[in-house]
């Protein structure tokens, strides 16, 4: 094995990071940087793609630093990223022909209006898995395209490159000698056809994308290019790339299907593996390619959610109830439930399986009785009961009774949180040892191409230790090697049936309200 670490890139929305693993899994060196975020206008979000390439070298070579690492000590570079963010450049000189549009820029939410009353809802949905929405790549192509002085005449002419985020930093730090995507991030861009696995012709025809803008679509796991040797001290191979929540769902090992991660972030990102066929979803989620590697693709169905670990932001920044996230726990764990009180928390409206932007967020059930600690056990149980809404779509959808979630991100930290997800969907929670899935997502990935490790029964080994390797034959029935938590669920059934019915009372009442 040559190389003792594997680095991974992980691109964020707000911050760049790069972390060296060993073969154990074990974090040895971590380096993160933020960047800047431009607003120009309301509801628009900018990034600028050198910064973003310039904080991710600054951030790698610090990481290698802080171990006096060189390059023959890498093994292989795994990226993961921001997903449908989208970059144009220019191939002949390397320049963006305008900054970044970010996934959460709103700019095309009209464009994407005209085209759903001219009918291409449906047939975006079969083709790309995806609802029709300013999210997705598409759109923001079309509007550098249509907008950005001089672009439509060079891309006509072929010298105009489309990258997300991975493809972007593949090519500068290849120094321009690939121009490629992997299968998870091509089928974010509401482009791509993820039954026929082409770019759809039909779609960039809508769009007025020539095809030639269009990166080549590459399994997740394998051996793209090397680097240039300026940026990091010699060629290392850049062997994997993934989009983050879907890096996530590989980095919770989430390789049978059935398995479910939940991301505790900002928002909430629950991903099931629902195997080698797409699941056209009928219950508000979107299908979408969970990864592709030797040419097998494994598909997902995913839910996101708006507010999750925000919700506890608001506590903090605007009503002032605590000081940091971690009282909350604290706090919650000082009332045996929430006095009757539930908080929907749609402070931008409702995401999946809703999908209602004129939902706001309500408080409900308060009574006198009710005080600070019942109305931050309320907050911490808004995320549980979120995801239990995505969880039960997920079931509707696939028809599989879901045994365990796996969960990460920041709130996943907060065992009275990860508690009543175990009690509300009557499920075995796990909270891997390291929570840094996003990244051991893409770590894997390329350590696995370049043969770090040797197959995916020598990474579950490696990593969770000779007890776990059973796992993926064998689907959910995790014997964990102990150095994951496991929470049980502890109330009875007629309680949890109580409690989501107050919650569906109390989404009702969030729905519409700006629509009044
Ligand atoms: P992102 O990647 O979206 O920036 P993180 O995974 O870093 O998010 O998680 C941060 C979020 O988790 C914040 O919204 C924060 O409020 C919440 N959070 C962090 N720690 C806790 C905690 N102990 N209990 C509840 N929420 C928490």
């Known amino acids: 094995m040559a190389g003792k670490y594997i680095m991974a890139l992980d691109a964020g929305t707000t911050s760049n990071r790069c972390i060296l693993f ?8 971590v380096s993160q940087r933020e960047f800047s975020q431009f607003y120009p206008k309301a509801g628009w979000v900018e990034h600028d793609p050198y910064e973003i390439f310039n904080v991710m070298i600054g951030v790698a070579r610090e990481a290698m630093m802080k171990l006096g690492a060189t390059a023959s000590d890498i093994a292989g570079i795994g ?3 921001q997903r449908e963010t989208t970059i144009v450049w220019d191939r002949t000189n390397n320049q963006p022909v305008y900054n970044a549009i970010v996934w959460q820029c709103r700019r095309t939410s009209e464009y994407c209006s005209m085209l759903e009353k001219q009918g291409w809802e449906e047939k975006i949905r079969e083709k790309t898995g995806l609802k029709l929405d300013a999210y997705f790549s598409a759109t923001k192509i079309h509007w550098i395209l249509e907008n950005v002085e001089g672009a439509r005449e060079k891309a006509e002419k072929g010298d105009l490159l489309f990258g997300t985020v991975e493809t972007w930093l593949i090519w500068k730090l290849t120094g321009g000698k690939a121009h490629v995507t992997d299968y998870s991030n091509a089928s974010r861009t509401m482009l791509y056809n993820i039954y026929d696995l082409d770019w759809d012709q039909e779609l960039l025809d809508l769009f007025n994308i020539p095809r030639s803008m269009m990166p080549e679509v590459h399994n997740c796991s394998e051996v793209y290019a090397y680097t240039a040797p300026e940026y990091l001290g010699g060629q290392i191979p850049i062997a994997g790339a993934a989009g983050d ?3 996530a769902l590989f980095g919770q090992q989430c390789f049978a299907p059935g398995s479910v991660k939940n991301t ?14 797409p699941m056209p979803s009928s219950h508000g989620l979107v299908t979408t390619i969970a990864w592709g590697v030797d040419g097998k693709i494994t ?7 708006m507010i999750a670990g925000a919700v506890i932001q608001w506590l903090r920044d605007e009503l002032h109830l605590i000081d940091s996230a971690v009282d909350t726990e604290y706090l919650a764990s000082k009332v045996k439930d929430t006095n009757g009180c539930y908080l929907v928390p749609a402070f931008v409206g409702l995401g999946a399986p809703y999908w209602n932007p004129y939902a706001r967020g309500v408080f409900i059930g308060l009574s006198r009785g009710v005080n600070k600690s019942h109305m931050v056990r309320a907050a911490l149980e808004s995320m549980a009961f979120q995801a239990n809404d995505v969880l039960q779509a997920m079931t509707a959808d696939s028809g599989i009774a879901l045994k365990e979630l796996r969960v990460d991100g920041g709130a996943s930290a907060n065992n009275i949180l990860v508690q009543t997800q175990a009690d509300l969907s009557d499920i075995t929670v796990i909270r891997p040892a390291c929570v840094e899935t996003t990244a051991m997502g893409a770590a894997y990935l390329a350590g696995l191409a370049v043969g770090y490790w040797k197959d995916r029964e020598d990474l579950i080994v490696s990593t969770r230790g000779s007890s776990a390797a059973g ?3 064998e689907e959910g029935n995790g014997d964990s090697s102990g150095t994951e938590e496991r929470f049980v669920p502890r109330i009875d059934e007629e309680v949890r049936s109580s409690r989501l019915k107050h919650w569906q009372k109390a989404v009702k009442c969030a729905q519409y309200w700006t629509e009044i």
């Open 299 to 305: 598909y997902a169905l995913e839910g996101s959610v």
């Open 264 to 277: 505790y972030g900002t928002g909430g990102f629950l991903l099931m593996n629902t195997g080698d066929k």
């Open 471 to 473: 796992e993926e034959k």
């Open 22 to 29: 060993d073969h154990a899994g074990k974090i040895c060196s």
């Open 245 to 247: 929540q879907q890096s």
């Open 79 to 81: 990226i993961t990223n």
